[in-house]
């Protein structure tokens, strides 16, 4: 999903662009850390050399470039309006490492040099099969030999389904409406009609047109328009993808959300007979899982033929990574004794641990909350803290099993390739990172440190384009008084609010 509500008009047009949004999964910093799970030796983030194909106004690559102010980013588009809208943005920001250029896809040459990573989100379904090919020959020809490329797309068997009602909705709007509003007006109309008219026992599939209706409502025309009522949308099976990228030379790594690739969502019984019938094949695997799950959307990780991953997460791979997370435990944790206690993420998934070490390493996680903590500090804080007397391989392998479980399966834990600087406390002239400021300003989503989407409560909105460094909190008062159009008493609340979040760095 890449649009907004609140999409951009392109004022020549007067159509809604394809919006451009940030994304968490294609980061370099995640795909650092799949790479290395899977037993690679990724490039490091911070120095990194990215390119992102098809980027926007560079929604994705400028929250980045702030992040790790000593890699470089180029991002290209065929948009001319959307490049101008990210070179103000950059300008804004003073960012100097970031190059966003208007070009085609088809047009990357040797200039522009190798790449460590690789990102392409929300184009690749999209464009005609020359521009698809091209994607994979960049990945192929500019990939370092240690790079990692990510390609989302759309897939079938999910868009079956879903491009049925793809074709009525495109349908429909040829034949009522001819400006772009109006076409997305009436297929929003008929989506409506569809859900009121369609329930189980008319035959016809209530559930996807819900679902269809529910996305569809909750992203702007831009949306629509990209998804659905454009000439193309060309999805494919994931074994196809695989196969074409192959023959550009390039391998299937993984896929950017990891739990996604495991079958233990299947009873034992089914689990046991789908290994029975597509024996340890890892692609046809999850070709399986894609057909079981009516899989309609992927984000996929390319690395080098010659590169050779093992999914088989060693405890030491973890030494290369940094851990955060934002679960907290529900009543007073006693970490050394042995009986169970419960903990919450920040999106409510539950945990229950009694293992002391474990317990006592979401207590370290807490304190250093919105910051990272590289994993061998986290193990050797946890140990002396629990006064662990085991070896510190045994605890290694504990902390690191439990760290993966919970990142792959959960939001409990994050990994980072690259450590996140984040602020635990407001200073006393707090300081927001800009790229969330330039976006809380324009009254959208902000990006936290994190690289993660959050919609901030109306004070904290109105809040954060102040937090340059320049006030102290008597400043804050007055000026937040200004903007609300009245005092309020809600300064510190909200300050601490914006540093759980990840959002201040000073
Ligand atoms: C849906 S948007 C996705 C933008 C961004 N990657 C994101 O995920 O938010 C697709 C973008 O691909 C760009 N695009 C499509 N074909 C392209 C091509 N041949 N060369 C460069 N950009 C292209 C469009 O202009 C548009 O900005």
Same mark, same amino acid.
């Given at each position: 999903m890449f649009t907004p509500a609140n999409a951009p008009v392109d004022s020549s047009t007067g159509d809604a662009e394809p919006a451009s949004e940030t994304h968490r999964h294609p980061h370099p910093s995640r795909l650092f850390t799949i790479a290395t799970l899977f037993g690679l030796s990724p490039l490091p983030v911070e120095t990194a050399r990215v390119l992102e194909l098809g980027c926007g106004a560079g929604a994705n690559l400028i929250p980045m470039a702030e992040v790790l102010p000593r890699a470089t980013f180029i991002g290209i588009d065929l948009s001319a309006h959307q490049v101008a809208r990210g070179h103000a943005q950059t300008e804004q920001l003073g960012l100097t490492n970031v190059d966003l250029r208007h070009a085609n *896809? #088809? +047009?990357? +040459? /040797? !200039?522009?040099g190798a790449f460590d990573y690789v990102l392409c989100h929300g184009v690749f379904s999209w464009v005609a099969p020359d521009v698809q090919e091209k994607i994979f020959d960049v990945c192929a020809k500019h990939l370092a030999p240690n790079g990692v490329a990510y390609v989302s797309y759309n897939t079938y068997p999910g868009w079956h389904m879903r491009g049925t009602i793809r074709d009525m909705m495109r349908y429909h709007a040829a034949r009522f409406a001819t400006t772009s509003a109006e076409r997305a007006g009436a297929a929003r109309a008929l989506l409506d009609v569809l859900a009121d008219v369609t329930r189980p026992d008319t035959g016809l599939c209530s559930t996807a047109v819900e679902i269809e209706r529910t996305t569809v409502q909750r992203y702007g025309d831009a949306y629509l328009h990209y998804e =659905?009522? @454009?000439d193309v949308n060309e999805p494919l099976y994931f074994h196809r993808f695989v196969e074409r990228a192959s023959a550009h030379g390039l391998r299937y790594l993984a896929e950017s959300r990891l739990g996604t690739m495991l079958t233990d969502f299947l009873d034992p019984a089914a689990e046991r007979a789908l290994k029975l019938t597509v024996g340890g094949d890892q692609i046809r695997t999850e070709q399986y899982i894609d057909f079981l799950r009516l899989r309609s959307v992927r984000e996929t990780l390319l690395v080098h033929d010659s590169a050779a991953p093992d &999914? =088989?997460? &060693?405890? @030491? !791979? #973890?030494? &290369?990574l940094h851990v955060a997370s934002s679960a907290v435990p *529900?009543? /007073?944790? +006693?970490?050394?004794?042995r009986q169970e206690q419960q903990y919450r993420s920040a999106s409510g998934a539950p945990l229950a641990i009694s293992r002391p070490l474990l317990k006592t390493a979401l207590e370290v996680l807490a304190a250093a909350w919105p910051a990272t903590l590289p994993f061998g500090d986290l193990l050797a804080q946890s140990r002396e803290r629990c006064r662990s007397t085991e070896p510190t391989g045994t605890d290694a392998r504990e902390l690191s099993a439990f760290v993966v479980d919970l990142f792959v399966r959960s939001d409990l834990v994050e990994l980072f390739g690259a450590p996140v600087v984040a602020c635990r406390a407001p200073s006393e002239r707090p300081v927001a990172s800009g790229a969330a400021r330039i976006c809380a300003g324009a009254g959208g989503q902000v990006v936290t440190r994190h690289h993660k989407c959050v919609q901030l409560p109306d004070l904290e909105c109105r809040l954060l384009p102040l937090l340059d460094g320049t006030r102290d909190r008597a400043a804050l008062a007055i000026a937040l008084a200004a903007e609300v159009g009245a005092p309020t008493s809600g300064l510190d609340r909200a300050l601490n609010d914006l540093a759980r979040r990840a959002l201040l760095v000073g």
């Open positions: *896809i #088809l +047009d990357v +040459d /040797p !200039s522009f =659905h009522l @454009g &999914r =088989h997460v &060693r405890a @030491g !791979s #973890l030494n &290369r *529900i009543g /007073p944790v +006693d970490p050394t004794a």
